[in-house]
């Protein structure tokens, strides 16, 4: 519908302008828009014109919208939409945002507003935040303003693009990789102590459970007779509220095998309860209820302090089953489906682009075949003739001729025969 014609007026210094006005509506409510002051019929024309386009396309008038008021009409409409997580995880990436952003018109919001507010996050000197951390935050809004594009309330998505400070030396997180034999004396104390976490360690540490994967594992998801477990659900508290639900990919719903010493140790354990009286649903129940899984990871690394073992997180003793696994001789295609990765990349990237002794193995490979020094090479080389000769020595059967009794006195009196004179 064409906008109305321009009506003449006299401005306030007795100059004649124009004046417009129009109507639309707002949430099904009818209003008007009207500007003066145009010098010209043409002026006063496009000014309606380009209003009318924003509002239609601003759903109503939106242009005047804050960050702020977007973003909590976006977490309303996420409402119920979210894992608990996630949604707890949107509430404080959104925090951050509106702490520097918030005030910001959300048509007007640029891209180098959005990297100046990364940019703070991580270089600000009181509660910086690490890579990762803003990353989440920038991903939060780049899904926000996504949502905005497609509601027509903005052109463009305006966190594309945003360049994030790596972390510093300091900063970067290096977990903590047990040696078989740390694990093993960390099993060892835990199990002599009979200690409520070991059941979890022992799913962690021997095949790579999840701690969400451990706490959730049933003794009916247990095959003991066919020694193998269905890890299908996970568990976590989020605002003090405990959750049941479903592993996050199909990958992660896999079975893991439960032979050798690990099935002979949840025996032992479904013992003790019946000698004990206690019915158990899950496997690393304490006291009859799942613990907070937080607070589960702080019994671990208080036990390793108390009895002076290397501190790491919970979640580290699923990268020291990986790590070990792969120092064993397992395949990285194995690796991937007992650690439930969607991804054969995300397997690699962890466990074999950081093992550095696998790397150093294969690197020296090239060595052992193609010897530069030509000291070395002489020297190795003499070494392989001794060792070979000594083998060919070794092979050799030893042959001793033993003469009858007697063959030696009648050897000698025929040789005096011989060498007598003829007389």
Known sequence: ????????????????????????RRNAERFNEYQ??????????????????????????????????????????????????????????????????????????SML????????????????????SVQYIIRTLHAALNYAVKAELVPKNVANSIEILPDTSE???????????????????????DHPIYPAVLLAGMRGLRRGECLALAWTDVDM?????????????????????????EDSERPVPLDGDLIKELYRLQEMNTKRGVIQKYVCEIDGYLPDPSHFSRRLKDFQKAN?????????????????????????????RLMGHSKLSTTSDLYLHTNVSRLRKGATNLDNLVRID??????????????????????????KITAPRGAASQSRNIMKRRTAPTL
Request: a positive charge; charged letters at 35%.
């Open 36 to 109: 003066t002051g145009f010098r010209t019929q043409r002026e006063a024309i496009e000014w309606a014109e380009q209003r009318k386009k924003e509002i239609k396309g601003n759903r109503g008038g939106h242009i005047k919208t804050t960050v702020s008021q977007y973003l909590d009409r976006w977490m309303d409409i996420k409402d119920g939409k979210l894992a608990p997580s996630t949604a707890a995880g949107y509430e404080v990436n959104v925090r951050h945002i509106k702490e520097y952003i918030g005030s910001v018109g959300l048509r007007e919001l």
């Open 308 to 336: 002076k073992l290397p501190v790491c997180r919970f979640h580290d003793l699923r990268h020291t089953f990986g790590e070990n696994e792969i120092l064993s001789g397992t395949d990285i295609d194995t690796l991937k």
């Open 113 to 132: 507003d959005v990297q100046e507010m990364a940019d703070k996050l991580r270089t600000r000197k009181e509660n910086r935040l690490k890579a990762k």
């Open 225 to 249: 007779e066919a020694e193998v477990a269905g890890v299908k659900q996970t568990y976590q508290k989020v605002k003090k509220k405990a959750i049941h639900k479903k592993v996050k990919t």
């Open 374 to 399: 030509p000291l070395r090479k002489a020297l190795e080389d003499e070494a392989k003739k001794e060792k070979a000769s000594a083998d060919c020595a070794k092979t050799v059967p030893e042959i």
């Open 171 to 193: 900063e970067a997180f290096t977990p903590v990789v047990l040696e078989p034999e740390q694990l093993e004396q960390l099993l060892h104390l835990l199990r002599e102590q």
């Open 1 to 24: 519908m064409p906008v109305p014609k321009p009506k003449k007026e006299i401005g306030p210094d007795g100059k004649s302008v124009y004046s417009i006005r129009f109507w639309c």
